[in-house]
Structure formats: structure tokens, C-alpha cells
């Protein structure tokens, strides 16, 4: 049997023997390991293009005008430019490479005991420094400790995409708030913010790669979200987006399956 080098559908045998079936199937298998990996890297290029295109092009702009300069105001504001743009470009890359990590199923992960609670006052201590120069409080809700099991750079990983996506779009003197909790065997993440939310009609396409919220002035990657949702399904875990207190702003909900608790917590 002839196969074009790049076809990786799976082989199509009909009664293998006894013998040989278990051939086939372990062929399939890496048949099919082989076309996710290739997907996702053309997945990566694809993004990596879509990404950077517009900083790029927005740094040759702030040059041109730098370069063109009659003054030194004129010159420090395109310089001030230019620096933005590298900060966009070097933060897209970042998450880009984030993304791709976590692309490849990897469902034998190696999972340990996490306390949801004390990683989430971790990630706030970083976060909160930053913050505070936009002048936003972040707040861990008191609570018991709140045990999962789970890739604790992982979880970090997500809670603080989801907290520096609401402070991002909190309003100046608002209040981000982060609840983890139990409710019976499933564990919760609520991370509230008050800023303008989300209309629950656009709410689906959160979490869709580079989707940004419409009209809100802020510039960031739109893939914070995607990183998100990533990591909650290599913890069999679910996002789900609803109005925030007094519905005002947004909250993020992710939650813990039965059985992500490790035996005997």
C-alpha cells in the first residue's frame, strides 16, 4: 500500500488479524498525534502573523514620525510610541508561546495536591502592585483553604489571566475580588471585576483567540482568555462568564469537577 508522505488520515483496515490489529491501532494513534502537532504548529505560525502584524506596523509608524520630527516633544511622544508598540509585541509573543505549550494534549500531566486559595494570594500579591498604579484594589474573599488536584504553575497561570483581564477593564477606583470556595465536591474560582461587563449575547465569544471587547479602548492580545480556558480543560475544569455584583462588571467562574481532589484531602 502507497500513502502520500502527507497523508495522516488514519489506516482504514478492514478484520485485521488478531495479530495485527494492535499494530494498527498504535499507528493510528500516532497517526493522529502526528496531525495535531503539525495543526498546531501552523496554528502557531498563523497567529504569530495575525498577532504581531499590527504592533509592528505600529512601531514603523511612531519611527517614520520620530525620524520626521520638527521637535523634541514631537520626537519623545513618537519614541513614547515606539516603546508601547515593542511592550504590545514583546507581551503577544509571551502569550503566543504560552498558547503553544499548552496546545499539545498532554492529558498525563502529573497532578499534585493545590491549594486553589493560596494560589490565588500568590498571584495577587504580584498583580497588586500594578494594580494599584491604575488604581484598583484587588481582594482575596476570606476562606478555608480550597484543595484540588492540579499543576500549581498551571493554575497560576490561569488565575492570573483572569485577574489581570479584569484590571484591566475595572474602572479607576473599582474593586477586583477573587472568592475560591467549596460547594459540596466542586471547587470554585469567581474572579469579579467593575468594569463596563459583557453583554451575555457577545459572552460566546470569549475566549475565542484574539477576540478583544468592542469599543473598550484597551490593547491587549485577546488571548488571555484562550490561555484560560486552555488550562481549565487540562484540569477538567469549566469557564463560564456571568454578570458581576448588583450586575455591574463581569465575573469569571471556573469550577473543579468531582474527582479533581486528590484521595485522601
Given at each position: 500500500m502507497q500513502r502520500d508522505p502527507d497523508n495522516l488520515a488514519p489506516l482504514e483496515v478492514v478484520d485485521p488479524p488478531a495479530e495485527v490489529a494492535p499494530l494498527v491501532d498504535s499507528l493510528n494513534r500516532l497517526l493522529g498525534r502526528l496531525r495535531a502537532s503539525i495543526e498546531g504548529e501552523r496554528r502557531f505560525t498563523a497567529d504569530a502573523a495575525h498577532e504581531l502584524r499590527t504592533p509592528i506596523a505600529a512601531v514603523r509608524a511612531h519611527a517614520e514620525v520620530a525620524r520626521a520630527a520638527?521637535?523634541?516633544?514631537?520626537?519623545?511622544?513618537?519614541?513614547?510610541?515606539?516603546?508601547?508598540?515593542?511592550?504590545?509585541?514583546?507581551?503577544?509573543?509571551?502569550?503566543?508561546?504560552?498558547?503553544?505549550?499548552?496546545?499539545?494534549?498532554?492529558?498525563?500531566?502529573?497532578?499534585?495536591?493545590?491549594?486553589?486559595?493560596?494560589?490565588?494570594?500568590?498571584?495577587?500579591?504580584d498583580v497588586a502592585p500594578m494594580a494599584l498604579t491604575k488604581g484598583i484594589d484587588v481582594e482575596l474573599v476570606t476562606g478555608p483553604a480550597v484543595p484540588v488536584a492540579g499543576n500549581h504553575a498551571l493554575l497560576a497561570m490561569l488565575i492570573r489571566n483572569i485577574v489581570d483581564n479584569a484590571v484591566r477593564y475595572s474602572r479607576r477606583g473599582g474593586c477586583v475580588r477573587v472568592t475560591t470556595a467549596r460547594d459540596g465536591p466542586i471547587a470554585r474560582l469567581v474572579v469579579t471585576d467593575e468594569g463596563p461587563g459583557v453583554a451575555p449575547a457577545d459572552r460566546h465569544a470569549l475566549g475565542q483567540r484574539f477576540h478583544r471587547i468592542a469599543a473598550s479602548g484597551e490593547t491587549g492580545t485577546g488571548l488571555g482568555l484562550s490561555i484560560v480556558k486552555r488550562v481549565a480543560e487540562l484540569h477538567s475544569a469549566t469557564v463560564r462568564f456571568e454578570d458581576g455584583p448588583a450586575g455591574r462588571g463581569l465575573a469569571v467562574v471556573v469550577e473543579f469537577p468531582a474527582g479533581a481532589e486528590l484521595a485522601g484531602q
Open positions: 520638527a521637535t523634541d516633544a514631537e520626537r519623545r511622544i513618537a519614541l513614547d510610541g515606539i516603546v508601547a508598540g515593542c511592550e504590545r509585541a514583546a507581551h503577544g509573543v509571551d502569550q503566543l508561546l504560552t498558547l503553544a505549550r499548552l496546545d499539545p494534549a498532554d492529558a498525563g500531566e502529573r497532578r499534585e495536591a493545590c491549594d486553589l486559595r493560596e494560589v490565588a494570594r500568590r498571584v495577587l500579591a
